[in-house]
Nanobody, 125 residues
Framework: LQLVESGGGLVQPGGSLRLSCVVS????????IGWFRQAPGKEREGVSC????????KYTDSVKGRFTISRDNAKNTVYLQMNSLRPEDTAVYYC???????????????????WGQGTQVTVSS
């Protein structure tokens, strides 16, 4: 299974970005997905996650109301819409996949088996 993130870049505070995570090698139907981020000098942290069918989502408190995770299994793609971006959102963002037939969400890096290479998001004026 391969995951490739895209959509990162430089944006001003208050701006928006949409990250994409394209999964290849198997159908996305069989995987729960998480988005994580890692800022310089900090541990990787969970941002959001979504179950196989897309009906359940979770967010870390700092992004609730600003970020939205979604998925299009037909396109084997998961999205992270990020609005009202803040300088503290600056980080490398990673998507990760866990094979599951339970259709639940998973929170925490230890649950995930496959990782993308990351995409840089920089929020600065």
């Amino acid at each position: 299974l391969q995951l490739v993130e895209s959509g990162g870049g430089l944006v001003q505070p208050g701006g928006s970005l949409r990250l994409s995570c394209v999964v290849s090698g198997e159908s996305l139907d069989y995987y729960a997905i998480g988005w994580f981020r890692q800022a310089p000098g900090k541990e990787r942290e969970g941002v959001s996650c979504i179950n196989n069918s897309g009906g359940r989502t979770k967010y870390t408190d700092s992004v609730k109301g600003r970020f939205t995770i979604s998925r299009d299994n037909a396109k084997n793609t998961v999205y992270l819409q990020m609005n009202s971006l803040r300088p503290e959102d600056t980080a490398v963002y990673y998507c990760a996949a866990r094979g599951s037939n339970l259709d639940v969400t998973y929170w925490g890096t230890n649950w995930y088996d496959y990782w993308g290479q990351g995409t840089q998001v920089t929020v600065s004026s």
